[in-house]
């Protein structure tokens, strides 16, 4: 069954790094890219950043670019997000996806992704 875990949400102070990780089983790293969202109390669901299944892609929403990372750890079928310079509105529930779209660079609905983990709650307090 296809299965995607994040882990490594958390509480943190404006200003500070955190790095959420997304552990894919072997079917959905497989699939054409990778993708983090987020979603808000009373927010839509929003795309955060993206990564093609080589790694050699990447697509990041404006809000975070210069200060978010996306990676993979193919060996450990692992997706991180570096996330820098937090700021107290992106708390959020912060979900991992997968999709076999290959459209996916800059189409950054969510609808795109077949496949998505239960999601890690990061706060991050002023």
């Known amino acids: 069954q296809v299965q995607l875990v994040e882990s490594g949400g958390g509480l943190v102070q404006a200003g500070d790094s955190l790095k959420l990780s997304c552990t894919a089983s072997?079917?959905?790293?497989?699939?054409?890219?990778m993708g983090w969202f987020r979603q808000a109390p009373g927010k839509e669901r929003e795309f955060v950043a993206a990564?093609?299944?080589?790694?050699?892609?990447?697509d990041y929403s404006d809000s975070v670019k210069g200060r978010f990372t996306i990676s993979l750890d193919n060996a450990k079928s692992t997706m991180h997000l570096q996330m820098n310079s937090r700021k107290p509105e992106e708390t959020a529930v912060y979900y991992c996806?997968?999709?076999?779209?290959?459209?996916?660079?800059?189409?950054?609905?969510?609808?795109?992704?077949?496949?998505w983990g239960q999601g890690t709650q990061v706060t991050v307090s002023s």
């Open positions: 990564i093609s299944w080589g790694g050699t892609t990447t």
């Open positions: 996806a997968a999709t076999w779209d290959s459209r996916w660079f800059k189409n950054r609905g969510s609808r795109r992704y077949d496949r």
């Open positions: 072997e079917r959905t790293f497989s699939s054409v890219a």
